[in-house]
């Protein structure tokens, strides 16, 4: 069964754009332009994806209006704001997490699927097709590359927690880059679905905690 979203957002453009993202997930997107389109449209959606400004007011006021029909939505803010004053008041307003635009279309899929479960499938701690694939078949070298790769984790993790403290998306998107280039080589599937989703929503407290226990379950 296919997730329902609401798209909110007034420019045909983005609006065009994410549509088809969204539908190749995939799943049944709803749209709307405005806030009192928008509280119109409502009717069990499992996400809801706002502009932060609105012809009719801001997103904020449309999540508060939506959040006293359905308490505990997910909701993702985008906006091309990208100051952290921004971020911060989209936050507070109760968002799930901000996106940035302009986005691309694997961004703004990974941010969704990261707060639907629904959309995410179930990947192993180490899939050993893929690694042995990787490098040639060479089971010698899969075992080495991995030694090496848990030698350096706790590292990337660290990175990645420190970077997600301070609020440094730019820092936090650049370890997840070289750490799924690596999950890759080593089969680690579970680990670089967990960091496309934390890449795709770098604010997500939810992604972080199951970016942190793939790779605890890899240490384990």
Same mark, same amino acid.
């Given at each position: ?21 969204l539908e190749a997930l995939p799943a049944r997107v709803d749209s709307a332009g405005s ?19 609105? #012809? ?17 939505? #997910? ?6 704001? #990208? ?26 899929? &990974? ?51 420190? &970077? ?27 680990l670089a679905s967990a960091a496309q989703q934390l890449h795709g929503a770098p604010a997500s407290l ?15």
């Amino acid at each position: 069964m296919k997730p329902r979203l609401l798209l909110v957002e007034d420019d045909p453009i983005s609006h065009a754009f994410m549509l088809a993202a969204l539908e190749a997930l995939p799943a049944r997107v709803d749209s709307a332009g405005s806030i009192a389109q928008a509280l119109r449209a409502e009717d069990q959606h499992d996400l809801w994806l706002i502009d932060a400004n609105l #012809p009719d007011g801001s997103g904020a006021q449309l999540l508060a209006g939506l959040r006293r029909l359905r308490a505990r939505t #997910p909701t993702l803010a985008h906006t091309a704001d #990208p100051s952290p004053d921004m971020h911060r008041s989209l936050l507070e307003a109760g968002f799930t997490a901000v996106l940035v635009k302009p986005l691309s279309a694997a961004d703004l899929q &990974s941010a969704v699927r990261a707060h639907l479960p629904l959309l995410a499938a179930p990947a192993q701690d180490w899939d050993e097709t893929a690694a042995l694939r990787a490098l040639n078949g060479s089971r010698e070298h899969v075992d080495t590359l991995r030694r090496l790769f848990l030698d350096e984790l706790p590292g990337s993790v660290g990175a990645v927690e420190q &970077s997600f403290r301070t609020g440094d998306q730019e820092a936090l998107r650049a370890v997840l880059h070289k750490l799924r280039a690596s999950c890759g080589f080593v089969g680690a599937s579970r680990l670089a679905s967990a960091a496309q989703q934390l890449h795709g929503a770098p604010a997500s407290l939810e992604a972080l905690m199951d970016f942190r226990a793939a790779a605890d379950a890899l240490r384990a």
